[in-house]
């Protein structure tokens, strides 16, 4: 079975870090760009980072620019989101999703996301 599974989620304060993890099962990530998106209650979802299948090209939404850092461990089948200087507006639940490149392709497989909440 083809699965993303997210892990790391959690509640921190202001200004905190958390690393969220998105591990793949039933299929090897080597082919894939894997972005994070992120959904708060009553909001669209939107786009956070991205990274190329090879790790060579990332992508960040402006709101998180400077913040978050994405990576990739090919060996581990794992893509790694650096979550620094959080704020409460980046409270919301997080997910990971493949696909073939990071913009002009749909993303094929989807984790169940996890939680993060900032908050004091």
């Known amino acids: 079975q083809l699965q993303l599974v997210e892990s790391g989620g959690g509640l921190v304060q202001p200004g905190g870090s958390l690393r969220l993890s998105c591990a793949a099962s039933g299929f090897t990530l080597d082919y894939y760009a894997i972005g994070w998106f992120r959904q708060a209650p009553g909001k669209e979802r939107e786009g956070v980072s991205c990274?190329?299948?090879?790790?060579?090209?990332?992508k960040y939404a402006d709101s998180v620019k400077g913040r978050f850092i994405i990576s990739r461990d090919n060996a581990k089948n794992t893509v790694y989101l650096q979550m620094n200087s959080l704020k409460p507006e980046d409270t919301a639940k997080y997910y990971c999703a493949a696909a073939p490149a990071c913009v002009g392709y749909e993303y094929d497989y989807w984790g169940q996301g996890t939680q993060v909440t900032v908050s004091s």
């Open positions: 990274i190329s299948n090879g790790g060579s090209r990332t």
